[in-house]
């Protein structure tokens, strides 16, 4: 109880810190930063070294592909039809492709699953979701945004990442046999645990909710997508199709059905797709999603 607890705590600080203004209106890109560049990769150094990976491993890791590629073929293909601009199908794809985690992610499926359903949280989100946003995430936002996708942006971005570079400093750790210590452990434990009370934080004091003005219908379908349709195609596909099952298959499935990326809609207000929208997305998804992540862990158990 008290796991769920501190996730709406949190929150609600966020909310409250931003109204009264005490930290300061750009306080959220420092926490960010901090959460990127100490308590992710604390977690992957953490957890990957002594984490057994088999066949089973890449339906976790396959969750975040198979839902940015569903989006993109999904809008990228009907979103002209239905009267969307080539910058509001690039928001849409970024925001709805991508979901939220870890910031959300993590201090959910920590508080629902425990320990190791963290394990598989990390397999969902380092070479899942922060692969994605680094490759096909780039490649999206300069295609739409009518640039020329370059190798070399989508390279430096990728290994110049915190968390990238933990996950892959955490490979090798596993692949030289590395075992923790009582001593690494206990400096990279609390490390990790500050993910959730400074990730929500961070996420309370972005929170914006804005008037729609024409923006209903990109809004809803985005949403239905990313809330409903993307998790039951991961279920369908890892689950009915795969026969992947247990903890794998629960923690792929609730963190495909996780509200928007944060920063996947950063990327999108970066190369200008849409930023109202994209505002949107974060700020009307993140608390509808904790009614549906709510159907979702009944549904599945």
């Known amino acids: 109880m008290a796991s769920l607890l501190i996730i709406f705590v949190s929150l609600a600080l966020g909310i409250l810190l931003r109204q009264v203004g005490w930290f300061g209106k750009d306080a959220h890109v420092v926490l960010n930063k901090f959460v990127l560049g100490v308590s992710l990769p604390a977690l992957s150094l953490l957890y990957l070294p002594g984490m057994e990976l088999s066949l089973t491993s890449l339906g976790p890791i396959s969750t975040a592909w198979i839902v940015f590629i569903l989006a993109w073929v999904l809008f990228g293909t009907m979103g002209r039809a239905v009267g969307f601009d080539k910058a509001t199908i690039g928001c849409i794809i970024l925001c709805c492709g991508l ?3 870890s910031f ?3 201090p959910v499926i920590k508080a629902l699953y425990g320990e190791a359903g963290m ?4 397999l969902v ?3 899942g979701s922060f692969l994605v946003l680094s490759t096909l995430g780039i490649l999206v936002a300069v295609w739409y945004s009518s ?3 370059s190798v070399g942006i989508m390279a430096r971005k990728l ?3 915190p968390p990238m570079l933990a996950f892959i400093a955490a490979l090798l750790l596993k692949v030289f046999n590395f075992h923790h210590t009582e001593l690494t452990t206990d400096i990279l434990k609390p490390l990790g645990q500050t993910i959730t009370p400074v990730a929500l934080v961070s996420v309370g004091m972005q929170l914006r909710f804005e008037r729609l003005n024409g923006l209903s219908k990109a809004l809803g379908l985005g949403l239905v997508y990313k809330l409903l349709i993307a998790p039951a195609a991961v279920f369908g596909i890892l689950v009915l199709g795969f026969g992947l099952s247990g903890l794998p298959a629960q923690v792929s499935v609730m963190e495909a059905a996780m509200a928007p990326m944060i920063t996947g ?3 999108a207000s970066q190369y200008n797709l849409n930023p109202r929208l994209a505002n949107l997305f974060v700020g009307v998804g993140i608390p509808l999603s ?4 709510a159907v979702w862990y009944w549904l599945i158990g």
């Open 290 to 293: 904790f009614a549906t992540l």
């Open 119 to 122: 394990e598989q949280a990390i």
């Open 104 to 106: 959300v992610g993590f």
């Open 99 to 101: 979901f939220n985690s």
């Open 159 to 161: 290994f110049t990442f």
């Open 265 to 267: 809609a950063i990327l």
């Open 125 to 127: 989100d380092q070479p």
């Open 147 to 149: 640039g020329k996708p």
